[in-house]
């Protein structure tokens, strides 16, 4: 028998599977209350207006839309995003912006064109397991920054770069997801986002704010990006992601970034190789979509409809949860942080948590890059319903209670 192992590269090996997809078959059974999978309700997705919109463009400009595009992202979509940036304090020239197939896929072209192994990449405790998968692809070392309840820790961070640069090691970029974090929820206070910019700045470190949660903000304002602070005292080392997956769909693999010109002529090329333009019916759909009026007026709604369900959880956890087990209290986003007493284990109490009640919920140690976290896990309320979060969040109460 052909043995294959010996085929596979550095970069290969280095892979490890989603904690998410390996739990699966259990999350998926029927009757589940689910708490696990950080997707988009499909409540939320706009089916009826993208149903028309396609007929219109189909019946317009079906030979455009099914050829292959520009790999930088079709021109009129590119001009588009300058002025939705721009609404969001961000500016953003066309030579700066290039449209992906997804913000994952803009994640591993960056780690593709920046990252040599034995790079450093600086990551948030706990971090977002599809931008570490990654970093650890391009057999790059992670090393964690902790955070609290405010963000990243400024002193953590200063401390952790003097002590990599004492040692000689060369630290590349620090990845942040300043916004309703995955799998926090966790938002950097602005205080602290110009604390982590000025020591970014003062040791020649690239920042990349991966905001896809940014727009889903439920009360007050937006949160200023890091890449529009940063423009302020004439910086241009933040390289800015976000998608539309969370209010539009995720089947519509359309995502874009901002980034210093020389940085966007490499992921161009990178990109050519990789799959040579994102798909010009995505793009066109979107493009059409904002273009019509629809994305503010939807995405009002569907702030909405993830504050409802904050809300519900939130309510929930305070009626129910034991004092001994603490939460984040997210303002956005998809997702509250737990943190049980130490001691015990999530992982496999996410296992018996599922077959036994049915409430599923994913265990928190893979979101960490050294091997803390084994107390913690991730809920999201993306999916279910007041009346299930109520019952879910319930019966895991009184399941914890009785591990303590």
Known sequence: MTDFDRFFSRGARAMQPSPIRRMAGLINQPGVISFAGGVP??????????????????????????????????EAFRQQLVTMLAGRGIRAA??????????QQGLELLSRVLLDPGD????????????????????????????????????????????????????????????????????????????????????????????????????????????????????????????????????LRTAFMAAPPPVIRMLELAKQAADLC??????????????????????????????????????????????EIAWTRPRGGMFVWLTLPAGLDAEPLAVEAVQTLKVAFIHGAPFFVNGAGRNTLRLTFAKEDAAKIEEGIRLLAGFFKSKL
Request: hydrophobic share 40%.
């Open 41 to 74: 309700n499909p409540a939320t997705f706009p089916d009826a207006d993208l149903k028309r919109i396609m007929d219109d463009i189909v019946e317009t400009d079906g030979y455009q839309i099914f050829q292959y595009g520009v790999t930088r992202g079709l």
């Open 94 to 103: 066309d030579e700066e912006l290039m449209v992906t197939s997804g913000s």
């Open 120 to 251: 450093v990449v600086l990551v948030e405790l706990p971090s977002y397991i599809g931008a570490l998968a990654c970093f650890r692809n391009t057999l790059a070392e992670m090393v964690g920054v902790a955070q609290d309840a405010d963000g990243i820790v400024p002193e953590e961070l200063e401390r952790t770069i003097t002590a990599l640069r004492s040692a000689g090691r060369t630290i590349k970029l620090l990845y942040v997801i300043p916004n309703f974090q995955n799998p926090s929820g966790i938002t950097i206070t602005p205080a602290r986002r110009a604390a982590v910019l000025e020591l970014a700045r003062a040791h020649g470190i690239l920042v990349v704010e991966d905001d896809p949660y940014g727009e889903l903000y439920f009360p007050g304002v937006a949160p200023e990006s890091l890449r529009a602070m940063r423009a302020l005292s004439g910086g241009e080392d933040v390289v800015y992601l976000s998608s539309f997956s969370k209010v539009v769909s995720p089947g």
């Open 278 to 323: 994102t798909s010009s019916l995505d793009q066109r759909l979107v493009y059409e979509y904002c273009k019509r009026g629809l994305y503010d007026r939807h995405l009002a709604e569907v702030r909405r409809f993830y504050a409802a369900k904050c809300e519900a959880m939130l309510a929930a956890l305070d009626r129910h949860m034991p004092a």
